[in-house]
Nanobody, 124 residues
Framework: VQVVESGGGLVQAGGSLRLSCTVS????????MGWSRRPPGKQRELVAD????????SYADSVKGRFTISRDKAENTVILQMNNLKPEDTAVYYC??????????????????WGQGTQVIVSS
């Protein structure tokens, strides 16, 4: 399974960016996808998750009302639309895909796959 992110960059405060993440591979189904971020000098934190089947979402309090996560099931892609960006949103953003693996049609295990990260810098 490969997880590839794109869309990071430099933006002024108040601006917008759109991050995209696509999963490829075989012998799995995607249960959940999401985004986490690691601000400079801090630990990784959850940003947003989406249930890949039903589409239910969850967000960190710090991004509610500004960020929107969505998915395209046919393309195995998740999008993070980030609006009204703030300097404190500066971080490396990582995409996570939770894949379920089956053996002879029977559920075997779940495993989280991570992308390499994409840098977002918000200038004040």
């Amino acid at each position: 399974v490969q997880v590839v992110e794109s869309g990071g960059g430099l933006v002024q405060a108040g601006g917008s960016l759109r991050l995209s993440c696509t999963v490829s591979g075989s012998a799995y189904s995607i249960d959940e996808m999401g985004w986490s971020r690691r601000p400079p000098g801090k630990q990784r934190e959850l940003v947003a998750d989406i249930d890949f089947g039903g589409g239910s979402t969850s967000y960190a309090d710090s991004v509610k009302g500004r960020f929107t996560i969505s998915r395209d099931k046919a393309e195995n892609t998740v999008i993070l639309q980030m609006n009204n960006l703030k300097p404190e949103d500066t971080a490396v953003y990582y995409c996570r895909a939770r894949a379920a693996y089956y053996s002879d049609g029977v559920f075997d295990r779940e495993y989280d796959h991570w992308g390499q990260g994409t840098q977002v810098i918000v200038s004040s």
